[in-house]
């Protein structure tokens, strides 16, 4: 009984007065897993579309989080470069490797200077996708991957994210679902659930934002979902 | 004082709380007068403590044989009222625990803890009494002891009847909910981090330049009445119940007596 | 950590005569207690939701082996390791092991009480690996080699002067003419001299607020961030985490993740929650190449199935701490090891041993306010109250406390022998006190009457009064 698992698998299993779960018990152990079952969700959500949407603006915005709502993706690059110029911000940018970002005519805005892949300690900007918003607490849901290396969500000064309307969710439950339902199926690396920048309390708690991570996290959101 | 006549008759057993018997017998009467007005027959058992300072000392040994003398002489009343959210809640909430691995005894304590009320959550609560036949002059302010308020949900009952004594403003306290710092055998175990707590709580009051604090319970109500003195301050300390019986004209705790 | 606990009422009498600290401790009220106030008046639902939170935790505590084994097999499927560790020693050189695998130097580390409890810090040093402290807090207290004060601010005991002071002491490098007397001064500047640190680092190593056996994912809540740049720049990623933070699925999980910051901080949400699962894929630009859990236990299992096992509820939200009487005079280092407030007198005797704590139970009011804020609403003061049971039992209360509880369980015994007593005494006390209504100091009271007056009683005990008034044919 030297093994430190088997010993402390032993004392809980003491403690809890027997080997094994019971037979009717594990099963439903396995059903918790396997099933997933929700709890209690907050009602906050329980709203139409384009509720939905202000809802998820109004509490990633209360978060410090700003929020550019333009028509569509032919918007989205002088959304960017309107941004980074009030900002007094370079022009240069690196941006997540990812083709659904690819797609947009990043040419209509020749002066921006993109370049792909992951950041660097110096880099001041990034731009990304996210794979969900989630509108219960205005937070981004970012998955690592190949066109999304999680270093650009927190190295540089300022983080763009590029979300369409469609990606928006009601809770962290149906964020999940959609999770689950990838095409892959697995977990990422990663997930990042995102609510605003950086920020601290540790000096005599007064909130000061750009701790480590970004002191500035920006959305860029493409209305695409239909009005109810 | 309101007391509709379609309710029960009831017998209560005053459970008067070692404080009151000794240090101000006043407010047990103010129960009593209080209790009547609410169509209760009071009865006085032969009593001595709840056992909370033992029970809480850890020694579950002592405390049970002090809580078996209270469950005999309270057995056969309708209910157990006491001035006191501290000792109220030591009846309703503790007793049960108290004797878990003891099921003759159990029994009883489940029994007593469903009966037993501190002294105005009963009158509102049970009795129903929406207001009382009392007048009190000046501005008070009124601490939450807190077995009171987070044991038994003793808040806005003292506040209700108090809105309805002539002459009486209530200018709430800062931090009501916020202990004072007694603790039973916690202020004199550690006295200095007690004097922090109560010198906080005395400030609180002196800031809200009521003349009267008010509370349900004499523990408390010892301390900060203690505290203000020591501090010179010139507020005047009672037990809530004193006001609402009308009873407050003789001198507030720690004054001077008559003659 | 060398506890200091048995030394808690010096300790506490030095916090309280320490005016600096008490300025610093000033910001409780308005930081926490009331951005929680606020927060949970913003959720209808959160009053339900603890009810859940408890549940979800009561249940998996009952079947805590089978969730554990099932998470492990999930982090193993997706590439991580798992190092079960009795105690700190064994969680100390697991660690070393790693670090050693990888010829590791330096260590960034998000913040971690259980790294504290096995004091990782100084065994990394004594072994040549340099560990570097990247929340704001920890590493203020690291540079002053101070233990944290608090959870989730543990640098809560230093006003903006001493983080200047600090600073200018240790970042010698820099201008000493440079402009620090702002917040925003002093964070730039940490975050300037520890991103190096973050992209030099070997090791990152984080705790976890939660383990999830659906999936074998760790969860880390921060603010800052730094907790992610941790994980993600060096080679390896080590999460810390004692084996009570498992819980079945992501919904349990986001279920307690509703609670948490709002109990903690009175956020909504934190800024980073970051879902951990492996290490990087093949095909992942970034993040680590190994990702280890070291699972500790240092006396947990042996928590389950007493009456401290609801203790194992704990999600280390603070809320206790933020709200508590004492905590808030006397600050976190008095009580003298990891876990301060009235989650740290309940859970430090069960990891420490009730000899070495014992005080930390006994300094309380019992006033409850810390059990009707915690989110997993675990009774704490009726578990400190076993505490005093178990010194009870065990005869380490202090004798004269035995004996006075002794003598008086004694008279409250015996109704009559009690009433002649209580008689004797407030007629005695009332005689002498009745000129001035109180006493300034009276014998044996001095605990009493050093701090406080001694109201007089008002002469004659209300049973004799009573009974008096019944002889009378009143009423």
């Not at chain 2, 017998?11 to 407010?27: E, K, N, Q, S």
């Not at chain 3, 080679?235 to 279920?255: G, Q």
């Not at chain 3, 909504?268 to 970051?274: A, K, L, M, Q």
């Amino acid at each position: 009984m030297s093994d430190p698992r088997a010993q402390i698998l032993g004392s809980l299993r003491r403690a809890l007065g027997r080997e094994a779960p019971a037979a009717d018990i594990a099963a439903g152990l396995e059903r918790r897993l396997a099933e997933h079952p929700a709890n209690l969700v907050p009602r906050r959500t329980d709203l139409p579309g384009a509720a939905l949407i202000d809802l998820f603006v109004r509490m990633a915005e209360a978060v410090s989080t700003t929020v550019d709502r333009v028509p569509d993706a032919a918007a989205v690059p002088a959304s960017v470069a309107e941004y980074l110029a009030r900002h007094n911000l370079p022009t240069e940018i690196v941006m997540a490797p990812d083709p659904a970002l690819d797609a947009i005519p990043w040419d209509s805005r020749p002066l921006l200077a993109i370049t792909r892949g992951r950041a660097q300690g110096d880099d001041a900007a990034s731009l990304t996708g996210a794979f969900a918003g989630i509108a219960e607490t205005g937070t981004l849901m970012l998955l690592s991957g190949p066109g999304h290396p999680t270093t650009l969500n927190f190295l540089p000064d300022t983080h763009v994210v590029v979300l369409r309307a469609s990606q928006v969710v009601g809770p962290y439950e149906e964020a999940w679902r959609r999770l689950r339902a990838r095409a892959d199926g697995g977990m990422p690396r990663t997930v990042n659930l995102v609510t605003g920048p950086s920020r601290t309390g540790d000096i005599e708690l007064k909130i000061q934002l750009g701790a480590h991570g970004p002191r500035r996290l920006h959305i860029v959101l493409i209305d695409d979902a239909p009005r109810p | 004082m309101d007391a509709p006549a379609s309710r029960p008759t009831c017998r209560v057993g005053l459970f008067v709380t070692c404080l009151v018997d000794f240090f101000r017998p006043t407010v047990g009467f103010a129960a009593v007068k209080l209790l009547e007005a609410a169509g209760c027959t009071v009865i006085v058992p032969p009593q001595t403590c709840c056992g909370q300072p033992a029970y809480n000392s850890g020694d579950r040994a002592a405390a049970r044989r002090v809580a078996r003398g209270v469950l005999d002489a309270f057995a056969d009343v309708d209910y157990v009222v006491a001035p006191s959210g501290s000792c109220a809640g030591m009846l309703r909430e503790h007793y049960p625990e108290l004797f878990a691995d003891e099921p003759e005894v159990a029994l009883a304590a489940q029994r007593l803890a469903k009966r037993s009320w501190e002294l105005v959550s009963f009158l509102v609560d049970v009795r129903g009494m929406t207001r009382v036949d009392a007048r009190f002059a000046g501005t008070v302010t009124y601490h939450d002891s807190c077995s009171g308020l987070r044991e038994l949900g003793v808040k806005e009952q003292p506040r209700t009847l108090l809105a309805g004594v002539q002459g009486l403003s209530l200018a709430e306290l800062p931090g009501a909910e916020i202990c004072c710092g007694f603790g039973g055998t916690f202020c004199v175990k550690y006295p200095a981090i007690s004097d922090r707590m109560v010198t906080d709580k005395a400030e609180d009051v002196r800031a809200t330049g009521a003349g009267t604090l008010l509370a349900g319970d004499m523990g408390c109500l010892l301390n900060i009445a203690g505290k203000l003195s020591r501090l010179g301050a010139p507020v005047a300390v009672r037990h809530v119940a004193e006001v609402l019986a009308d009873m407050a004209d003789g001198p507030p705790i720690g004054a001077p007596g008559r003659g | 950590m060398q506890a200091t606990s048995r030394a808690f009422k010096e300790n506490a009498g030095a916090a309280l005569n320490d005016p600096r600290l008490q300025r610093a401790l000033g910001n409780l009220r308005t930081g926490f207690q009331e951005r929680r106030r606020a927060a949970v008046a913003g959720l209808p639902e959160f009053e339900r939701l603890r009810d859940e939170g408890r549940a979800i935790k009561d249940h998996t505590l009952a079947n805590l082996d089978w969730y554990l084994e099932r998470w492990e097999a999930n982090v193993r499927a997706a590439g991580g390791h798992v190092h079960w560790c009795r105690t700190a020693a064994e969680a100390r050189d697991a660690i070393l092991g790693i670090c050693r695998a990888v010829g590791a130097r330096s260590m960034t580390k998000g913040k971690s009480m259980i790294a504290e409890e096995i004091a990782l810090n100084g065994f990394l040093a004594e072994h040549g690996i340099e560990p570097v402290e990247t929340d704001l807090g920890e590493y203020i207290i690291q540079l002053r080699d101070e233990p944290p004060s608090h959870i989730i601010a543990p640098a809560i005991h230093l006003t903006r002067d001493d983080v200047e002071a600090t600073f200018r002491e240790h970042h010698d490098e820099l201008p000493a003419g440079r402009p620090l007397a702002e917040p925003r001064q002093l964070t730039d500047e940490a975050r300037a001299m520890l991103r190096r640190k973050f992209l030099a680092a070997d090791v990152g190593l984080t705790g976890a607020n939660f383990l999830v056996a659906e999936t074998g994912s760790s969860i880390i809540v921060t603010n800052e961030g730094n907790g992610d740049l941790t994980q993600t720049l060096p080679k390896v990623h080590i999460v810390l985490a004692s084996l009570e933070k498992v819980v079945p699925t992501l919904e349990d999980a986001a279920t307690i993740l509703r609670l948490l910051a709002r109990s903690a901080t009175g956020q909504e949400f934190s800024s980073y929650t970051t879902i951990s699962t492996g290490p990087r894929r093949p095909e992942d630009l970034d993040g680590p190449e190994q990702y280890h859990v070291v699972l500790l236990d240092n006396g947990r299992s042996a928590m389950l199935g007493t009456e401290f096992q609801d203790m194992l509820r704990c999600i280390r939200c603070s809320a206790c701490l933020n709200h508590c009487p004492v905590y808030s005079a006397v600050g976190g280092h008095a009580y003298g090891w990891v876990y301060p407030g009235p989650m740290g007198a309940v859970l430090t005797p069960g990891l420490i041993g009730v000899e070495e704590a014992g005080h930390l139970p006994n300094a309380s009011t019992f006033c409850g306010r810390c059990e009707s804020v915690c989110p997993m609403k675990i009774p704490l003061p009726k578990m400190m109250r076993h505490w005093r049971e178990r010194q009870v039992e065990r005869g380490l209360a202090p004798a004269v406390a035995r004996w006075g509880i002794g003598l008086w369980a004694f008279l409250a015994a015996r109704p009559a022998l009690y009433g002649l007593a209580a008689r004797l005494g407030a007629g005695l006390l009332g005689r002498l006190g009745r000129r001035r209504g109180r006493f300034g100091s009276l014998p044996l009271a001095g605990g009493w009457t050093d701090v406080r007056d001694l109201p007089a009683p008002e002469g004659g005990t209300f049973r004799d009064r009573w009974a008096a008034r019944r002889r009378q044919g009143g009423r």
